[in-house]
C-alpha cells in the first residue's frame, strides 16, 4: 500500500481524502496484513492476486470505480450481505461493500457514536469522520438495512436509506422482504435511468451465481485430510470476492482454484502441522480484520470451514437461473436471500442446521465462535448453536480490532487445541 500511494495521491485528494491520516492507516494495514497472514509458508503461488486485492482496495479499486463513475456510471455504498448485488448491476449501478475491518479507525467514531458498539460499526464510520475512507464520495448514496440495533440506529442518524430485512422467516415475512426487493429494484432504476430487463438481469444473476461457484469450488476443497489452502487465505479470498469488480474476481478465482486443485492432487497442503480441525462461526471479518483467523491458526488449529458472512453465508446460496420473467427472477433473487441465516432472525434454526451439516462434511473436532465484541446476537446465539451441535466442544472468542489481546487469546485456543487433540474426529 506504501509502495502505491505516491501514484493515487492525486485521485485521493480529488475525492476529498485527508492524505496525512489516510498514509497512517495505510500503514497500519499493511503492518497488520504483513502480521496477520504474511506469516505462513509455501501459500499458493495465485495467492499473490488476492494480496494485491487487499493492497489495491485503496488504490486501484478506487481509481476503477473513479473512472467508472467519470464515464457517467453511478455506484452506492453497502453493509450488508442482504443487498441484492444482482439488481444494482443489471441497473448499471456498482454496490460497493464499506463495512471498515481497520483497528486504526475505530476510536475516530467517538465524535458520533458511543463506545459500547461492534468494532465493524466504528470501524467503517471512524474511517468517513476522519476523510481516509476512499470510498466516501464515490457514491450516489449509502444502502443501510435493518439487521441489528446498532446499524438500525446509525442509519437513522446518518440519514441513510435502509432495506426492511425481516426477523422471522414465516409468509408474511417472505411477502415483506419481497416488497423490499421490489423497492429496491426501482430504486437503482431511478438512480441510473435505466429500466432493468429481463436480459441484463438474467447476465447479473449468471455473473454473480459464477462468482459464488467459484467460491464454492475453492472451498470444497477444503473437505480433504490436507486443505490446499488455510482458512487465512480462504478468508483473504472471501473478503476481496466482496471488494473486487465481478469479473476481475471471477478470473483470479478462477486461476487459484485450477492451483488449488493441482496442489491437492499431488496431496500438499497449507498446513505444516495438520492441527485438530476447526468450523469458525460468528461475526463477520471485514477486509482487514483476520486476529482471530490468525491466531487460531498460528496456534496450530486449522479452519477448514467457516460459516459467517465473510465466509459460506455469502456464497452457499445461489438464485435459482430458471426463471424466464423479470418478475420470477426478483422473486428468485428474494428467495436467495431470504435463506441467509444471520443472527438477527429469531428462531435462527436454519442456521443451526447448516453450521450442523457443515460441521459434519468439513469432519471438524471443534467449533470456535468469532464473536466482534457487542455483537449481541452472534454472542447471544452461540449458546443455541452449541446445544444444537450437542457434544462438540466449543471456544467462543470475543474480540474487538485491537492487537492487545493477542496473546491472552492463544493461551485459551492452546488450552482447546490440547482438548482437540485427545478427541478423535
Ligand atoms: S452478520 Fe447479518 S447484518 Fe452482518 S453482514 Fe451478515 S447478514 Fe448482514
Ligand atoms: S458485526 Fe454484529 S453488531 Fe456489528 S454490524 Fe454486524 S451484526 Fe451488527
Redesign the pocket.
Known amino acids: 500500500m506504501q509502495e502505491a500511494a505516491t501514484d493515487y495521491r492525486q485521485l485521493w485528494s480529488e475525492i476529498g481524502v485527508d492524505i496525512e491520516l489516510h498514509d497512517q492507516l495505510l500503514a497500519s494495514l499493511d503492518r497488520v496484513f504483513t502480521h496477520t497472514h504474511l506469516w505462513q509458508a509455501d501459500r499458493p503461488a495465485s495467492m499473490s492476486l488476492f494480496d494485491k486485492a487487499f493492497h489495491d482496495s485503496h488504490s486501484g479499486r478506487v481509481a476503477e470505480i473513479a473512472s467508472y463513475r467519470a464515464n457517467g456510471g453511478k455506484s452506492i455504498g453497502t453493509f ?3 443487498v441484492p448485488d444482482e439488481i444494482a448491476l443489471a441497473a448499471g449501478v456498482l454496490p460497493m461493500p464499506l463495512c471498515g475491518g481497520s483497528g486504526w479507525s475505530v476510536d475516530h467514531a467517538d465524535r458520533m457514536f458511543p463506545r459500547d458498539i461492534c468494532p465493524l460499526i466504528r470501524s467503517t464510520f471512524g474511517m468517513a469522520f476522519s476523510g481516509t475512507c476512499p470510498y466516501k464520495k464515490l457514491k450516489e448514496f449509502a444502502v443501510g ?1 435493518t ?2 440495533d446498532a ?1 438500525k440506529k446509525a442509519w437513522d442518524l446518518l440519514g441513510f436509506p435502509s432495506l426492511e430485512v425481516p426477523q422471522k422467516k414465516n409468509q408474511v415475512d417472505r411477502d415483506l422482504w419481497l416488497s423490499e426487493v421490489e423497492r429496491f429494484r426501482r430504486e437503482m432504476e431511478k438512480l441510473s435511468g435505466r429500466a432493468i430487463t429481463a436480459e441484463a438481469l438474467a447476465a447479473s444473476i449468471r455473473l454473480v451465481n459464477d462468482k459464488r461457484r467459484l467460491l464454492q469450488r475453492i472451498n470444497s476443497l477444503r473437505m480433504l485430510d490436507e486443505p490446499p489452502i488455510s482458512g487465512l487465505d480462504a478468508l483473504l479470498v472471501s473478503q476481496a470476492a466482496l471488494n473486487m469488480d465481478v469479473a476481475a474476481f471471477n478470473a483470479a478465482a478462477g486461476t487459484l482454484a485450477a492451483e488449488l486443485e493441482a496442489r491437492a492432487s499431488k496431496g500438499i497442503g497449507a498446513y505444516r502441522d495438520p492441527g485438530p480441525r476447526v468450523l469458525f462461526a460468528g ?2 471479518s471485514p477486509m482487514g480484520f483476520a486476529k482471530t483467523h490468525y491466531v487460531v491458526e498460528s496456534s496450530g488449529l486449522r479452519i477448514v470451514a467457516d460459516e459467517s ?1 465473510t465466509g459460506m ?1 455469502y456464497f452457499r446460496d445461489l438464485v435459482d437461473e430458471g426463471a424466464s420473467t423479470l418478475e420470477d427472477m426478483i422473486s428468485a433473487i428474494a428467495d436467495r436471500y431470504f435463506s ?1 441465516d ?3 432472525f429469531s428462531p435462527n434454526r436454519e442456521r443451526m442446521e447448516n453450521v450442523g451439516r457443515l460441521a459434519g462434511e468439513y469432519r471438524v473436532r471443534g467449533v470456535v465462535h468469532s464473536i466482534l465484541q457487542y455483537c449481541h446476537g452472534y454472542d447471544i446465539e452461540a449458546k443455541a448453536l452449541d446445544r444444537a451441535l450437542a457434544g462438540m466442544p466449543s471456544l467462543k472468542i470475543v474480540a474487538d480490532y485491537g492487537e492487545q489481546d493477542e496473546e491472552q487469546i492463544r493461551v485459551r485456543v492452546e488450552a482447546f487445541r490440547e482438548v482437540l487433540a485427545g478427541r478423535a474426529v
Open positions: 450488508c450481505i442482504y438495512e439487521t441489528c446499524k461475526s463477520p458472512c453465508r441467509i444471520c443472527a438477527c
